[in-house]
């Protein structure tokens, strides 16, 4: 059975209490058409389970197939580092088909970032390790394409439509809180 | 006739099997470093990020145990040719063609129900033996922790965790 590695962290960009009994970890591609289409499906569930659940975005970019899916990764983890990931990670999959560097640096000045600053970072490369980072804890937890969504630490190899991921969610809450923790 | 899938110690069957129009490769070829054997179904799955494209993905990852990486289906190798081409796959993929599904039988993994192989995974180390095998329900793609483990414990290559 393929698990999460390494588990949740501080270093993990969460949305929802820590303490919440259920954590949907998605390896996502922002170039992904399927991430694309899985993302308004997680905010509903997001929406609907509210305090019940905490989501976990990792960088899982395929940058053979989608050659801007490193960059805009790399844009959503500059905007991070000015806090403000999720704001990027939505505008990302909200724009998928319009990826280019000189996108990203638009959509930081719509998020009223420091867009200079963003546009500095990816040109050295400033968050490519972080990306890389996540890419290889999502092979070591047997991430086998995108989206990969794992459900208390466990890849969800059903369907990630609206009710079976749902359904899935709710039977791990009835389990009550896990531990992450291997 | 299929043979049981083979077992880990076992020695990896040799074969030769064409990985372009005009090129064969034989196993035994590449003693001295690990190979990893991936039989899959078939070219052409539909979902972006399948198993395929996503070891194209990890070549750096392979290439960290100085393994050889092998795609093997029984599809023709003008299939082969545009399937890489299309999915800019930079590792040969070999065609299990004629016979049909010969090496899949030999490796215990053809499906004559189907008439695919299943989705089999085999590290063979330096010297032509089996050190790991896992097959994958059809429709599942395994990913590759099971792989990387397997590569770390063969414990020839040059990384560290």
New interface residues.
């Given amino acids: 059975m393929s698990r999460l590695t390494p588990s949740v962290s501080d270093s993990d960009h969460r949305a929802g209490p820590d303490e919440a009994p259920v954590t949907l970890v998605e390896y996502g591609d922002y170039e992904c058409p399927h991430c694309g289409r899985a993302d308004p499906i997680v905010r509903e569930i997001r929406r609907r389970m509210d305090r019940r659940l905490r989501f976990v975005f990792r960088n899982f970019p395929l940058v053979e197939m989608h050659p801007h899916a490193g960059h805009a990764a790399e844009a959503a983890e500059a905007a991070a580092s000015q806090g403000r990931f999720w704001e990027m990670h939505d505008m990302l999959f909200e724009h998928q088909v319009a990826l280019e560097d000189s996108d990203l640096i638009r959509y930081a000045k719509n998020l009223a970032l420091d867009a200079g600053r963003v546009k500095e970072e990816l040109a050295a490369g400033t968050h490519a390790s972080r990306v890389r980072q996540d890419f290889r804890s999502g092979v070591r937890s047997g991430v086998n394409g995108t989206p990969t969504f794992f459900i208390n630490g466990t890849r969800h190899d059903g369907s990630w439509e609206l009710d079976a991921l749902l359904d899935a969610l709710e039977r791990a809450a009835k389990g009550g809180p896990r531990s992450e923790s291997v | 006739m299929t043979t049981p899938r083979l077992s880990t110690g076992m020695p990896a069957p040799d074969f030769t099997l064409p990985s372009t129009p005009d090129q064969k490769l034989r196993l035994s070829e590449l003693r001295g470093r690990p190979v990893i054997l991936a039989f899959y179904p078939a070219d052409w799955s539909p ?5 395929m ?2 070891y ?3 070549r750096q ?1 392979f290439a960290r145990f100085n393994a050889w990486l092998l795609g093997i289906s029984v599809d023709g190798v003008w299939c082969h040719a545009a399937f890489a081409v299309d ?2 796959l ?1 590792f040969p993929l070999l065609a299990d063609f004629e016979p049909k599904g010969e090496v899949a039988r030999r490796y215990g993994v053809y499906r004559p129900e189907d008439g695919f192989c299943e989705r089999a995974l085999f590290v063979i180390d330096a010297d032509g033996v089996v050190r790991w095998s896992y097959v994958s329900p059809v429709g ?7 792989i ?1 483990e397997a590569l770390e414990k063969l414990g020839t290559g040059k990384a560290k965790r």
């Fill in positions: 979902v972006c990020g399948d198993q494209a996503l194209n993905e990890l990852e999915r800019k930079h599942v793609n395994p990913g590759a922790d099971g990387l």
